[in-house]
Every structure is written in C-alpha cells, then in structure tokens.
C-alpha cells in the first residue's frame, strides 16, 4: 500500500507545484474572475483549497503525533471568506504546502500504518483514504484555476491515471455521494480509456475494461475523469470525446452532476 500513498504524494505536489508555478503571473483580474467551478472565482478556489488544507492538517498532525492548534472548521471558513483574493491565494501556497511537507516527511511505516480521523466519515482510514480523497479535490480543483485561464486545459494526466485506480480501489465508495445513478433510464457498462464505468442502482469505476460494455467513452482519460466531478461541461470537452452505445455523453453528464 505504501507504493500507492507515495504515488498519490507525488500527484499532489506536482498538483500543487503547478499551481504556484501560475500564481506569480496572475493579476487581480484574473483571480477576481471565473474559474471551471460555476460559482466561485480562482481566488475562491484557491481559497478553498488553502482552507481544506489547513483543516485537513490537524487530523494528519494528530495521527502522527505531531502539535497542533485546535480550531473550529466555521472559524477557519470565516477567516479564509473575509481574506482578500491576493491573501487567498498566498495562504493556499502556505497551508497546501505545509500539509505536503508532512506528508512527504512520514516514514515509510507511517505510511502503511496511520489511521485519519477526518471527522465526518464513520471510523479513522487508511492514509491512503485520506490523500486519495485529497487529490480527488485537489486535481479537481487545480484544474478550476487553470481552466479559467485556458478554456483547453486538461485535467494531470498522472492524477487521472491514479485517480481511476483509486476509484476501483480505496475510494470506490467516493462516487456513491455525488453520482445519481438513478437520472439514467437502463444500466450501463462503459469503457473509459483505461478502464471501465459502471452504471446500475450504483456507480462503480473499474481499471480493467468491462467485457459485457454496452457503450464506449472515446477520447483523453483526463476527460473521463472530469465528467466524474462534473467537470465536463460542453463548453469544456475536447473535440474528440464522444460516446457512442446505449448512452450519450449528455446522459452521463447527468449521472456526475459535480460539486
């Protein structure tokens, strides 16, 4: 398993490296604009990056027995709301890069045996749980900022690649919040590039293409992995992508309404 925690690390600095690459040049136009999240601006996302690396540093710090200051979650959304947008985006750089440098300082041990209490799921997870989930908004998020920028940007391909494993694996009960699976008339089996999407009462991503698939996602995983999160929006999907079977792309569309 700690070949996997150290491949979803490795995702998520170079998530965030990407972005701190960026920030430099962007004015307060840019961060004061849209970003790929309908309602928030790149300041807002970075913001909300920033701060759910801040909360999420506190559950990491403890299961590793490191200090911490206790904070209520309201208090720290209050805090990061009431910032400017050049002092969201400074503090997502601060507090995304903090929560990486913890991560990337644990011993091997510590990543095949910690436990996360992140709060609002049943019991403690696997660290690998909890950094899976991580990426899962990180990747998601990253590619609001930089689509916001160039409408033909494209999701980590390395993250989408991962992403899909961890779905088929340790987050395979992620998909169950967001995804209704109930908007779509008959089920479906559709394959994805590198592996397979599966539609009945429930949703379900495999790594392996479905042998019985009765319709077919053509075009860059990264896309497939977007329309996930809702993050494939007609005004955001390559020209290449189309899927052909018992389903449309718009039918899957409304399965993954995103967040």
């Known amino acids: 398993m700690s ?41 807002q996302v970075l913001s909300h990056l920033g701060s ?42 601060e507090h995304d890069g903090a929560v990486l440098e913890t991560v990337e300082s644990l011993t091997p041990e510590q990543r095949d045996s910690l436990l996360i209490d992140l709060g609002f799921l ?11 989930m991580r990426l899962n ?10 689509v916001g920028l160039d409408p033909n940007a494209g999701l980590d391909p390395e993250s989408a690649q991962l992403l899909v494993e961890l779905y088929d694996g340790p987050l395979a009960f992620l998909l169950g919040f967001s995804a209704k699976p109930e908007l779509l008339a008959d089920p479906a089996r559709v394959t994805i590039p590198g592996g397979g999407l599966v539609v009945t009462d429930q949703v379900a991503v495999t790594s392996a293409e479905p042998a ?19 993050r494939l929006k007609p005004e955001y999907t390559p020209e290449d ?19």
């Open 212 to 230: 019985d698939a009765t319709a077919t996602f053509e075009g860059p995983q990264e896309a497939a992995v977007r329309l996930l999160t809702g």
């Open 137 to 146: 908004e990180v990747a998601a998020h990253a590619w609001d900022v930089r």
């Open 241 to 259: 992508v189309q899927v052909t079977g018992n389903v449309t792309l718009d039918d899957l569309r409304k399965v993954f309404p995103g967040y």
């Open 3 to 43: 070949e996997l925690v150290n491949r979803v690390i490795t995702s998520l600095r170079t998530n965030h490296d990407t972005l701190v690459a960026v920030l430099p040049n962007l004015t307060d136009d840019h961060l004061t604009g849209p970003s790929g999240a309908s309602e928030w601006t790149i300041a």
């Open 122 to 132: 049943p019991e403690p997870v696997p660290l690998v749980v909890a950094l899976g």
């Open 52 to 93: 759910g690396a801040e909360i999420f540093a506190k559950p990491l710090a403890r299961a590793a027995g490191r200090p911490f200051e206790e904070e209520d979650n309201q208090a720290v959304w209050a805090r990061w709301d009431a910032a400017s947008p050049i002092d969201q985006a400074a503090g997502f750089v």
